[in-house]
């Protein structure tokens, strides 16, 4: 089967033999995955990977011996591969496992090929009315929502999210159905029309209104380390920064006000993908105006470097 | 009267003049007054501070119009100095008020002089039972006190105080009342012991059985910048961290790490002073063992000497 590779900062396609399914696995055909920022930092050297990314997936199964009411179904897959058998795993939270692998970013190969091997247990079915380009948003709008699961949103909250790259507006797409007042501030005005067409209220970084903080809850997603400074300057006293930059530069943090002004800072990686599914089959927001571009897997590297532009939305690989 | 001066890093006595009370304030002779590290940090120069210092103290009341009954008792005093009309002062919550001044601190002449004018609503009385020299911990034992304010610890959290400092010491010694199994990890056997005789599992932060980690709650009080490094090194996934250390420089902050593993980073200030009265009437703790050393006010550059060197416990000034 045809299959990215990524090695020594190159993006390649190479023919891999169809992976074979252990007990409690599916066969899976993929039909779409999307790029993430996570596959050009695996891309750029992070984690010393090498190996077939991807971890956004819509896919069709073909095989699954555990769960043989899935074969024929469009599904979507949970990324965090836990062990099973520590504490964490017990209890349903893979997702925290300490020997988790998590799909196309350790210890087991990505979706960007044209068949995979997964968990069953993994695996989500994709409601009819779903397009395969919307369902390949759930992995990231999953992460996105999941600020509200970790803090109570209050409909009067005083809301930002910094940031209008992918993952910000999706914050801000998904978010704002707690707390409608939400603002989304950002650096472009093109992409913030996406979400301003959508019923968010949007603020250039730059504006003054902005300026003026005390906000209660600030999402960090701009992707820069020094977004958190500018999250604790916007935040009020007692208020919560959450962060979902995983840059690999340190950040510099200025302790005395997160200690004077008492704020937490929390941090925020993936989600509840059945939320996620949800948000979209009852079309809570417009995924398609995220999607930059669309190319067949042989034209991967395109669609890493398009994907690697300052500035570009979700570029997506189509194997149909 | 006499009374201690910063300035230019400089510590000097002068004869100011007695302060007069306005409306609604009380007039307090000083007993004793606690030297803490935001003192040395005045005096270092943050803040840009010039003035009378001192915001740790139990005094006498003299006049009091407005709660005549406090009159001829022994009070401790709450440091924050609200602006009185604003949301945050009318819920209760000076301590965030954006325009507080803060004794000896910010904008209010602080308590290292023989008498000082303060709110009366600030004072709250000391139980008879108690020691002048006990009473002057109910500041810094409110802040010690404080991450049980913010967020919840049950009796089986797994909970590290790192530092073993005044602060990391009052940390350990008030907070194992909420979580008995508390560890408190610090390098100086010596301050170690001082927790130890009263009940707390102590360790040195070199100890391997310290490397394992885990902790659902590290209480950061080293001090030191590095001290927030090691704590993401020693909570678990979805663990919070409450940080204490003010420190000047920036540090350095792993935000992949709080990201990828949704660690919760909380800033720790002052806090509930009756609390504190209570922990300290109520016999919860002891507090005279982390005395060093006394001085009158008129040695108080001798007090601030002692106070900054490395290592050094609680050194008080003792007008009486």
């Known amino acids: 089967m045809l299959a990215v590779w990524l090695e020594k900062g190159r993006v390649e396609t190479r023919q891999l033999p169809r992976p074979q399914i252990e007990p409690g696995e599916a066969l899976v055909r993929v039909l779409v995955v999307g790029l993430c920022n996570t596959d050009l930092e695996l891309l750029a050297g992070y984690y010393g990977f090498q190996g077939v990314p991807g971890h956004e997936l819509v896919g069709?199964?073909?095989e699954a011996p555990s769960r043989p009411e899935l074969v024929g179904r469009r599904v979507v897959a949970d990324i965090n591969l836990g062990c099973g058998v520590c504490p964490l795993c017990r209890a349903g939270d893979a997702r925290?496992?300490?020997d988790r692998k998590a799909l196309g970013i350790k210890g087991a190969p990505g979706a960007m090929a044209e068949y995979l091997a997964l968990p069953a247990a993994n695996l989500m079915p994709v409601a009819e009315g779903l397009s395969d380009q919307e369902a390949v948003f759930a992995e990231p709008l999953a992460a996105a929502l999941e600020p509200a699961q970790q803090i109570q949103l209050r409909g009067r909250d005083r809301v930002l999210v910094l940031g209008d790259g992918k993952?910000?507006?999706?914050?801000?797409?998904g978010l704002r159905h707690w707390t409608p007042g939400l603002i989304l501030a950002g650096r472009h005005p093109g992409k913030?029309?996406?979400?301003?067409a959508q019923g968010v209220r949007v603020l250039l970084s730059?504006?003054?209104a902005l300026g003026q903080g005390g906000f209660d809850?600030?999402?960090?997603?701009?992707?820069?380390?020094?977004g958190l400074a500018q999250a604790l300057?916007?935040?009020r006293p007692e208020g919560v920064i959450v962060a979902k930059t995983t840059s690999h530069e340190p950040s510099r943090l200025d302790l005395a006000r997160l200690v004077v002004d008492e704020i937490t800072l929390l941090g925020s990686r993936c989600g509840?993908?059945?939320l996620a599914l949800h948000f979209l089959a009852e079309r809570l927001l417009q995924v398609e105006p995220l999607i930059q571009a669309s190319y067949p897997l042989a034209q991967a590297e395109r669609a890493f470097a398009l994907a690697g532009r300052p500035g570009a939305l979700k570029v997506l690989l189509d194997l149909r």
């Open 60 to 62: 069709l199964v073909e």
């Open 96 to 98: 925290h496992c300490p």
């Open 167 to 173: 993952l910000g507006l999706l914050c801000a797409l």
């Open 192 to 196: 913030l029309s996406i979400a301003q």
């Open 206 to 208: 730059s504006d003054p």
């Open 217 to 226: 809850l600030v999402v960090e997603a701009t992707g820069r380390p020094e």
């Open 233 to 235: 300057s916007l935040v």
């Open 272 to 274: 509840d993908m059945r």
